[in-house]
């Protein structure tokens, strides 16, 4: 059984993460990539390095470890969209794809015939998705997003991070990363919304609206509750004990989420008072009496290794884990086992295998995999140009000299 989106093109019109990311996905999905990238540098995010990709000969290529982790399965062509003839390329690749996606600022398209109403007005089964920082309109529309800027004031920085301390950024562009998956899901539902209505949509994801949208269970607590979330550190803010603790020689992380789990965990812990203390006898009690059971449960846990807690905490069906390095990850037998690791060749790296992270997307009729390496700029544009629009070798020639691919 094939890939479930294979026979679907998609027109790459996105740089930098979220919009490569969305991207990425569909072509893990089977989607025919093909990433539209200006000649010269492409992607911005080749150069954010190093890291970088080493050639054959053990050297620096222009290829970012950054690129790399949300290039995979697509096709390179360079092109020009400034001039006349790269905006002309680009409306014939439009009459054979169906969908594009792009992340210019609010209007940048427009000017060039190629915004949303003028698309759809030429092309009307094309979908159409903008990701952009605040939306296609609201007072903040104009401004440029960055997925550290929307972490702040999106909330997220609010409630990360210790009490103590500074407000905190989650280690991943993650703002970024949800605005993909959301822009992912949407067109998925743009294409199914198409084979009943012949006709595309125009999505508009903002990584603002994404970023309060997955506040989640910290926005309903506020909006109920009307009491203001803070900083816990580890801690959950509804489920007590559930956070990290200190042991003889490391941390771990556990996950008491019910009363049934904290008296096992307290009789086999030596310390069964805690779980008949009639202020812990109930998640809700140990919520509002936090600050008396956590320094009772740092003092028992301080006095044996992670390696003995991790065990006997799986022994008894406690949710526990370890708080793994990015090299202990990788070196995991579990994520091993799942094959989120892929030795992919690579163009750039003379043909050499480089790591990519795989997707985590299981179907049963088929697994998507890395078919395609991270392309450098320009990789396939003889190929994409020959096979969409009938150039020939010659005719690719001379627009490379005029630069407009």
């Known amino acids: 059984m094939g890939l479930p989106l294979e026979g679907v093109r998609v027109l790459d019109l996105t740089r930098i993460l979220a919009g490569p990311s969305c991207t990425q996905i569909l072509g893990d999905l089977g989607a025919d990539v093909i990433k539209i990238e200006r000649p010269g540098n492409g992607d911005d995010t080749r150069g954010w390095g190093p890291p970088f990709l080493n050639d054959e000969n053990g050297e620096p290529t222009r290829e970012s470890a950054y690129y790399l982790s949300t290039n995979r399965n697509k096709r390179s062509l360079s092109l020009d969209i400034a001039t006349p003839e790269g ?12 969908i594009l996606v792009e992340n210019f600022k609010v209007g940048d398209l427009d000017k060039r015939g190629f915004g949303w109403e003028a698309v759809h007005a030429r092309h009307p089964s094309v979908i159409y998705c903008s990701i952009t920082g605040f939306g296609q309109d609201g007072p903040y529309a104009g401004r440029a997003g960055y997925d550290f800027i929307i972490q702040g004031m999106g909330g997220l920085m609010s409630i990360t991070g210790d009490p103590r301390g500074q407000p905190m950024k989650v280690g991943v562009p993650i703002s970024d990363i949800m605005s993909g998956m959301y822009a992912c899901v949407s067109i998925l539902a743009a294409l199914r919304g198409r084979e009943q209505t012949g006709l595309g949509q125009h999505i508009d994801i903002s990584l ?3 970023q309060v949208a997955w506040l989640y269970n910290q926005a309903s607590n506020y909006l109920l509750g009307g009491e203001e979330p803070g900083r816990l550190g580890n801690a959950h803010p509804n489920i007590v004990p559930y956070e990290t603790f200190a042991t003889a020689d490391g941390h771990v992380n556990i996950g008491i989420g019910n009363d049934g ?8 812990a030596g310390c069964p008072e805690l779980a008949t203390d009639p202020r812990f006898t109930t998640n809700t ?23 003995y807690w991790l065990a006997e905490l799986e022994r008894h069906k406690i949710p526990c884990g370890p708080i793994n ?10 994520v091993r086992h799942r094959g ?21 997307i299981r179907l049963s009729g088929s697994r998507p995999e890395i078919r395609r390496a991270p392309p450098t700029v320009g990789q396939h544009s003889e190929e994409i140009l020959a096979e969409l629009l009938g150039l020939d070798a010659e005719q690719v020639a001379d627009l490379k000299r005029r630069s407009i691919v």
């Open 261 to 268: 789990q904290f008296e096992r965990f307290c009789a086999f």
């Open 87 to 98: 905006r002309e390329l680009l409306e014939q690749m439009l009459a054979q794809s169906d």
């Open 208 to 210: 603002l609206d994404v």
């Open 285 to 307: 009690l140990r919520l509002r009496h936090r600050e008396a059971l956590i320094p009772a449960l740092q003092t028992v846990f301080a006095t044996r290794s992670s390696a």
């Open 325 to 334: 390095t990015i090299s202990e990850v990788f070196a995991d037998p579990h």
């Open 340 to 360: 989120m690791v892929t030795d992919v060749p690579h163009s750039a790296a003379g043909g050499r295998s480089v790591p990519l992270v795989g997707s985590p």
